[in-house]
């Protein structure tokens, strides 16, 4: 029978969803020539149209209950579901697509921005086997020379030594053809006194005897100096040495290497999050100091609020105090890997980090966020923002919000700024080298307000 009912499906053209009857090709034309029937909706024919139909009343479902999240037909609406929100299905379905085209963008939203982040990680990926083949490439020379160094240096002992051995074997051979040859008179002497010796005649004996028994004197010292074995020694113990300091160098060497390369290696384990969970692991209290506060901010809320008066509040004067622009940096120095988001109420703020020594005073640009080398900026205006460094503003896009979040990571030169609403959008990071602790910052115009957040 179930056979014989989906080859029906499939013999049928369409399948009209008002009054539920199925049509072939033929029998079309009331459908599409009446106007009685302009409002009908034909579609094509599956198993599951059975659902449209009310159980209970076999009517077309063409309501939908919002307060039990169901599909209806008219007569369950005066029925078991009086009295509940009830819309027409068409009207669900309208306002379901509009929050549907939301979850898409957000999607979409989210797809971009991980494909950025998997762009980031490929660059990233790029310069560290740049940066590993170049350390190789340029220790393997290092190591090259200092092994054709090494070469040379035993090649110049090698050398000294065999030289030294030439100049000492030919002095010693010398002195011994001398010895020989002294010998070899002694004996020539010895055998001339013996044979005197034995001489009987005594006038014959006394004649020969003074020119006999003269000896010359040897022009060589009776005791010889071996030096030979200490020579051998001396030269090992040099070179024993030189290997022994070279061993302590190396040593060290890869002590220093090892430490480098585990600084990468956390660096590279501690990569930027990606998800605001994963930020607020790095989430860090951040207070405003009243010291550094320009005289037209009052500070609340812990020292953690800022809003722009019309009038000079009460401050004594302070050395670190802003004189002419409306901005405070916060009482804690930031190193290390932070995290602290700013909410903000009205036209614009600017968002900063910047070191202790930025200027105080003066209405030049040295003491304004962003306009030095001393600091960072964003300013959030109700419809862009701008990034500023050293005087040079960009123009970024992104999503409005009225909370921005701000990512450092001060030993890798990372700062990140975010807008944060139900997602997190990147909307400008810095690479840069800090080289002393940071201060958050905040920059307020007229009628504005900036709170730097609780995270935990």
Same mark, same amino acid.
């Given at each position: 029978?179930?056979?014989?009912?989906?080859?029906?499906?499939?013999?049928?053209?369409?399948?009209?969803?008002?009054?539920?009857?199925?049509?072939?090709?033929?029998?079309?034309?009331?459908?599409?020539?009446?106007?009685?029937?302009?409002?009908?909706?034909?579609?094509?024919?599956?198993?599951?149209?059975?659902?449209?139909?009310?159980?209970?009343?076999?009517?077309?479902?063409?309501?939908?209950?919002?307060?039990? @999240?169901?599909?209806?037909?008219?007569?369950?609406?005066?029925?078991?579901?009086?009295?509940?929100?009830?819309?027409?299905?068409?009207?669900?379905?309208?306002?379901?697509?509009?929050?549907?085209?939301?979850?898409?963008?957000?999607?979409?939203?989210?797809?971009?921005?991980?494909?950025?982040?998997?762009?980031?990680?490929?660059?990233?990926?790029?310069?560290?086997?740049?940066?590993?083949?170049?350390?190789?490439?340029?220790?393997?020379?290092?190591?090259?020379?200092?092994?054709?160094?090494?070469?040379?240096?035993?090649?110049?002992?090698?050398? @000294?030594?065999?030289?030294?051995?030439?100049?000492?074997?030919?002095?010693?051979?010398?002195?011994?053809?001398?010895?020989?040859?002294?010998?070899?008179?002694?004996?020539?002497?010895?055998?001339?006194?013996?044979?005197?010796?034995?001489?009987?005649?005594?006038?014959?004996?006394?004649?020969?005897?003074?020119?006999?028994?003269?000896?010359?004197?040897?022009?060589?010292?009776?005791?010889?100096?071996?030096?030979?074995?200490?020579?051998?020694?001396?030269?090992?113990?040099?070179?024993?040495?030189?290997?022994?300091?070279?061993?302590?160098?190396?040593?060290?060497?890869?002590?220093?290497?090892?430490?480098?390369?585990?600084?990468?290696?956390?660096?590279?384990?501690?990569?930027?999050?990606?998800?605001?969970?994963?930020?607020?692991?790095?989430?860090?209290?951040?207070?405003?100091?009243?010291?550094?506060?320009?005289?037209?901010?009052?500070?609340?809320?812990?020292?953690?609020?800022?809003?722009?008066?019309?009038?000079?509040?009460?401050?004594?004067?302070?050395?670190?105090?802003?004189?002419?622009?409306?901005?405070?940096?916060?009482?804690?120095?930031?190193?290390?890997?932070?995290?602290?988001?700013?909410?903000?109420?009205?036209?614009?703020?600017?968002?900063?980090?910047?070191?202790?020594?930025?200027?105080?005073?003066?209405?030049?640009?040295?003491?304004?966020?962003?306009?030095?080398?001393?600091?960072?900026?964003?300013?959030?205006?109700?419809?862009?923002?701008?990034?500023?460094?050293?005087?040079?503003?960009?123009?970024?896009?992104?999503?409005?919000?009225?909370?921005?979040?701000?990512?450092?990571?001060?030993?890798?030169?990372?700062?990140?700024?975010?807008?944060?609403?139900?997602?997190?959008?990147?909307?400008?990071?810095?690479?840069?080298?800090?080289?002393?602790?940071?201060?958050?910052?905040?920059?307020?115009?007229?009628?504005?307000?900036?709170?730097?957040?609780?995270?935990?």
């Amino acid at each position: 029978m179930k056979a014989l009912e989906s080859c029906m499906v499939f013999l049928v053209s369409l399948v009209c969803l008002v009054c539920l009857v199925s049509y072939f090709e033929k029998h079309l034309q009331l459908h599409y020539g009446s106007p009685m029937f302009e409002h009908h909706k034909l579609v094509e024919p599956n198993e599951k149209l059975q659902e449209n139909i009310c159980s209970r009343h076999n009517e077309v479902m063409k309501m939908f209950c919002r307060t039990d @999240q169901q599909s209806i037909c008219y007569l369950c609406s005066v029925d078991q579901h009086k009295g509940h929100d009830i819309v027409t299905a068409a009207a669900e379905r309208t306002e379901r697509q509009r929050e549907l085209e939301v979850s898409l963008h957000n999607i979409q939203q989210r797809i971009q921005d991980r494909e950025e982040d998997v762009k980031v990680l490929q660059q990233e990926v790029e310069v560290i086997n740049h940066s590993a083949d170049k350390a190789v490439e340029d220790s393997e020379k290092i190591f090259t020379q200092l092994i054709r160094l090494m070469e040379k240096r035993r090649s110049d002992v090698k050398q @000294q030594v065999r030289s030294q051995q030439e100049t000492e074997v030919s002095r010693v051979k010398e002195l011994q053809k001398k010895l020989e040859q002294e010998i070899t008179e002694l004996k020539r002497k010895d055998a001339e006194l013996k044979k005197l010796s034995h001489t009987e005649d005594h006038n014959q004996f006394l004649h020969n005897y003074p020119s006999l028994s003269a000896l010359s004197e040897s022009t060589h010292s009776s005791s010889i100096n071996i030096c030979s074995l200490k020579y051998s020694e001396d030269v090992t113990a040099a070179v024993s040495e030189v290997r022994d300091k070279l061993q302590d160098v190396l040593r060290e060497m890869w002590r220093n290497i090892l430490v480098t390369v585990t600084e990468v290696d956390v660096l590279l384990s501690q990569s930027e999050p990606i998800t605001r969970a994963g930020f607020l692991k790095y989430s860090c209290e951040i207070t405003l100091d009243p010291n550094t506060a320009n005289k037209y901010l009052l500070l609340s809320e812990g020292n953690r609020k800022v809003t722009r008066m019309e009038d000079e509040q009460s401050y004594s004067d302070h050395p670190d105090r802003f004189m002419w622009f409306d901005q405070v940096l916060s009482r804690e120095s930031l190193t290390g890997r932070c995290y602290w988001e700013v909410e903000r109420r009205g036209e614009a703020v600017r968002v900063a980090v910047a070191y202790k020594n930025i200027s105080r005073s003066g209405s030049s640009f040295e003491s304004l966020f962003g306009c030095n080398d001393k600091s960072w900026s964003l300013t959030c205006y109700s419809g862009s923002y701008f990034f500023w460094h050293n005087n040079i503003t960009t123009l970024i896009s992104g999503p409005q919000s009225s909370r921005v979040g701000v990512y450092l990571d001060h030993s890798a030169g990372i700062l990140s700024f975010y807008s944060v609403s139900d997602t997190m959008t990147l909307l400008h990071r810095v690479q840069t080298t800090f080289t002393q602790p940071l201060h958050a910052g905040l920059r307020l115009y007229d009628g504005t307000t900036a709170e730097l957040c609780k995270l935990k």
